[in-house]
């Protein structure tokens, strides 16, 4: 016989049911045949009533149910005013008092002042270190805003080779710091987030960089009639990578766990080298250059570029049949292409190593829209190359041997199909792109060997001299 929660014995399944069925003779008889349906109906209710009585008319069961806490609330209709304001304004309260959670300069300079004052010696070099001990000890004089940075996870996590068991002081501080940083970000990027839902909307994000544009020093030369391009520019990067489903908003949680926000801020170093800022999309020598290069290529001055004007760009070598592809895929307004469209299409071509970068090659590439590039499609691409490589005088090389080259250097799951994981799984996905897209490109592959072999030799004549 088992037992239920309360001590209660419960009847074994067998006896039960013959309990319900002798309970259910004694019922009054129909006058009339039921069918199968009211059968099952008569039943459920006798097997609801029996049972209640054997629980003793206990009240509802359920009750339990009032305790779980609310975990969904509507958001309020464009035309409920009033709740959409008490909303920004909780919002906005909560936000302040999360602001003043966070370490403030004096507090930092504070928490550095202790963990100089309680190091453990030796130093090892220049770098001073603490024990768990001296640890605990710090955290119990820097204040309660320092209490989650003091526990055994942290100081485990810092923990590394130093056979006193010791970590070093400098890099506990900076991880104190960048967490400091990470929450002050966020509580920023989150005033922006119109919706309140933990994402930003591209005009939330062009709102956060134009607003951020005077804090940074290295865009003091940029003239205010720029400012919309560089938005434009800078908050494409972000779309691109890190909105591949193009739903047109971006987690939070992304934005701060990719680079591009160091790279943003970085601009504020004012002594950044000149080599640092042409690397950096962001910076203004950078935005100016793209802008640029699109002015260019516009030759009739309209603020678009056709298939003709985007057949110049880079080395002027890429194939019409790849650009007739980017002009099927991509958004265009009466068959040219605006600079938003262009700055995606910069971003790809100049990030081929990227997943994001393929993933919208691929797309091009595959121009039966199957998910995978079959020989038909490689064909389809390098027959281009040949007939670029016949106007420019070079004799064609053979589609077997490129294909076969291909395949080796993807090596994909299917030995007759490319798909765009193999690809990037691959880490060959830039020189098959490049081979297929560019003769530039593709010369440059096809000629790796001697090109290698010539800088040797340079390198070799630079030493002797």
Same mark, same amino acid.
């Given at each position: 016989?088992?037992?239920?929660?309360?001590?209660?014995?419960?009847?074994?399944?067998?006896?039960?049911?013959?309990?319900?069925?002798?309970?259910?003779?004694?019922?009054?008889?129909?006058?009339?045949?039921?069918?199968?349906?009211?059968?099952?109906?008569?039943?459920?209710?006798?097997?609801?009533?029996?049972?209640?009585?054997?629980?003793?008319?206990?009240?509802?069961?359920?009750?339990?149910?009032?305790?779980?806490?609310?975990?969904?609330?509507?958001?309020?209709?464009?035309?409920?005013?009033?709740?959409?304001?008490?909303?920004?304004?909780?919002?906005?309260?909560?936000?302040?008092?999360?602001?003043?959670?966070?370490?403030?300069?004096?507090?930092?300079?504070?928490?550095?002042?202790?963990?100089?004052?309680?190091?453990?010696?030796?130093?090892?070099?220049?770098?001073?270190?603490?024990?768990?001990?001296?640890?605990?000890?710090?955290?119990?004089?820097?204040?309660?805003?320092?209490?989650?940075?003091?526990?055994?996870?942290?100081?485990?996590?810092?923990?590394?080779?130093?056979?006193?068991?010791?970590?070093?002081?400098?890099?506990?501080?900076?991880?104190?710091?960048?967490?400091?940083?990470?929450?002050?970000?966020?509580?920023?990027?989150?005033?922006?987030?119109?919706?309140?839902?933990?994402?930003?909307?591209?005009?939330?994000?062009?709102?956060?960089?134009?607003?951020?544009?005077?804090?940074?020093?290295? $865009?003091?030369?940029? /003239?205010? *009639?720029? &400012?919309?391009?560089?938005?434009? +520019?800078? %908050?494409?990067?972000?779309?691109? #990578?890190l909105d591949p489903l193009r739903t047109g908003k971006i987690k939070i949680q992304d934005i701060?766990?990719?680079?591009?926000?160091?790279?943003?801020?970085?601009?504020?170093?004012?002594?950044?080298?000149?080599?640092?800022?042409?690397?950096?999309?962001?910076?203004?020598?950078?935005?100016?250059?793209?802008?640029?290069?699109?002015?260019?290529?516009?030759?009739?001055?309209?603020?678009? $570029?056709?298939?003709? /004007?985007? *057949?110049? &760009?880079?080395?002027?070598?890429? +194939?019409? %049949?790849?650009?007739?592809?980017? #002009?099927?895929?991509?958004?265009?307004?009466?068959?040219?292409?605006?600079?938003?469209?262009?700055?995606?299409?910069?971003?790809?071509?100049?990030?081929?190593?990227?997943?994001?970068?393929?993933?919208?090659?691929?797309?091009?590439?595959?121009?039966?829209?199957?998910?995978?590039?079959?020989?038909?499609?490689?064909?389809?691409?390098?027959?281009?190359?040949?007939?670029?490589?016949?106007?420019?005088?070079?004799?064609?090389?053979?589609?077997?041997?490129?294909?076969?080259?291909?395949?080796?250097?993807?090596?994909?799951?299917?030995?007759?199909?490319?798909?765009?994981?193999?690809?990037?799984?691959?880490?060959?996905?830039?020189?098959?792109?490049?081979?297929?897209?560019?003769?530039?490109?593709?010369?440059?592959?096809?000629?790796?060997?001697?090109?290698?072999?010539?800088?040797?030799?340079?390198?070799?004549?630079?030493?002797?001299?």
């Amino acid at each position: 016989m088992k037992r239920n929660c309360e001590g209660r014995k419960l009847p074994s399944s067998r006896k039960s049911q013959r309990t319900l069925e002798s309970r259910g003779a004694h019922a009054p008889k129909a006058q009339e045949k039921k069918s199968e349906q009211e059968l099952k109906e008569e039943e459920m209710d006798l097997f609801t009533k029996y049972y209640s009585e054997w629980k003793g008319g206990r009240k509802n069961t359920n009750e339990f149910y009032k305790t779980i806490p609310r975990f969904y609330y509507r958001l309020p209709a464009e035309d409920e005013v009033l709740l959409q304001k008490l909303r920004e304004e909780s919002r906005a309260v909560f936000l302040q008092r999360k602001s003043r959670e966070l370490l403030d300069n004096e507090e930092l300079q504070n928490l550095w002042f202790l963990l100089d004052k309680h190091q453990t010696p030796p130093m090892i070099g220049e770098e001073a270190m603490i024990n768990y001990e001296n640890f605990l000890k710090v955290g119990e004089k820097a204040g309660p805003k320092c209490k989650q940075f003091f526990t055994a996870k942290v100081f485990a996590k810092l923990l590394h080779t130093d056979s006193y068991g010791r970590i070093s002081i400098m890099q506990f501080f900076n991880y104190v710091m960048r967490k400091v940083w990470l929450h002050q970000t966020r509580i920023g990027l989150s005033l922006y987030d119109v919706a309140g839902q933990g994402y930003l909307r591209e005009s939330d994000l062009e709102n956060y960089i134009l607003e951020l544009i005077p804090t940074l020093p290295q $865009l003091d030369g940029l /003239e205010k *009639s720029f &400012y919309s391009f560089y938005v434009c +520019t800078a %908050v494409r990067k972000f779309f691109f #990578f890190l909105d591949p489903l193009r739903t047109g908003k971006i987690k939070i949680q992304d934005i701060l766990a990719c680079s591009f926000l160091d790279d943003l801020l970085e601009l504020r170093d004012e002594e950044l080298s000149k080599e640092s800022q042409e690397t950096n999309w962001f910076s203004a020598p950078s935005a100016l250059r793209v802008y640029g290069q699109y002015l260019n290529l516009d030759k009739d001055h309209n603020g678009m $570029l056709s298939k003709e /004007e985007l *057949s110049r &760009y880079g080395t002027a070598t890429m +194939t019409n %049949v790849f650009l007739d592809r980017v #002009f099927q895929e991509c958004l265009t307004y009466d068959g040219e292409m605006d600079y938003k469209t262009y700055l995606d299409f910069v971003l790809a071509l100049e990030n081929r190593k990227e997943p994001a970068a393929l993933q919208y090659i691929f797309k091009l590439l595959d121009i039966e829209n199957k998910g995978y590039l079959n020989v038909f499609s490689l064909n389809y691409f390098f027959r281009a190359i040949q007939e670029l490589m016949k106007i420019h005088g070079q004799d064609p090389v053979s589609f077997q041997d490129v294909k076969d080259e291909i395949f080796d250097m993807v090596k994909p799951k299917d030995p007759l199909k490319i798909s765009l994981q193999d690809l990037i799984n691959s880490n060959q996905g830039d020189t098959v792109t490049t081979i297929l897209i560019d003769l530039n490109g593709f010369w440059t592959y096809e000629n790796r060997e001697a090109l290698v072999a010539n800088d040797n030799e340079n390198s070799t004549d630079l030493d002797e001299t």
